[in-house]
């Protein structure tokens, strides 16, 4: 694979990672005591999974790996990122990482197309709970997958 596209999506995985680092610290300190800061937390955690997708769209780009399926692109997408592909990228995802960010996706979902209820306090600060301590795994499977994307550079 000829470098350019590396480095390319070298340079926007460090772009995405300090947007998403930005955004939780924002979900670390927004505590879900009424209806505007759960909205408001919501609208966070919406927001982290769909950098990380952006991501993953990136990465799947790069590597050719098409969606074919678009009535399920966000999920294959998501699933596509746990495998290992010998011969043009490895994994991305650990299981870990990968049944976390599945829940996220899942609340995206829902709140994407949340029109005519409101968002459940609980619910959301549940998983505001979750996402701080899962997203040591995520962090230290984008750090594996941006060093094997330096080495493939050199």
């Not at 800061?37 to 769909?50: A, F, I, P, R, W």
């Not at 600060?125 to 330096?150: A, G, S, Y």
Request: charged share 30%.
């Amino acid at each position: 694979m000829k470098k350019e596209p590396l480095v390319i999506l070298l340079s926007y995985f460090s772009n995405q990672i300090e947007l998403m680092e930005r955004m939780l610290e924002e979900i670390g300190v927004t505590q879900p005591s009424d209806r505007e800061k759960t909205s408001h937390l919501g609208y966070l955690l919406h927001n982290l999974y769909c950098a990380i997708e952006d991501l993953f769209q990136e990465i799947a780009k790069t590597f050719e790996n098409r969606i074919e399926d678009v009535s399920k692109y966000h999920r294959e997408l998501l699933k596509r990122m746990q495998l290992n592909m010998p011969g043009i990228r490895p994994r991305l995802l650990s299981k870990e990482s990968y049944l976390f960010l599945d829940e996220l996706r899942g609340f995206r979902h829902v709140f994407r197309h949340s029109y005519d209820y409101e968002l459940a306090s609980d619910r959301v600060k549940d998983l505001k709970h979750k996402t701080l301590p899962n997203w040591r795994h995520i962090e230290r499977d984008l750090n594996v997958f941006m060093d094997f994307l330096q080495q493939a550079i050199k």
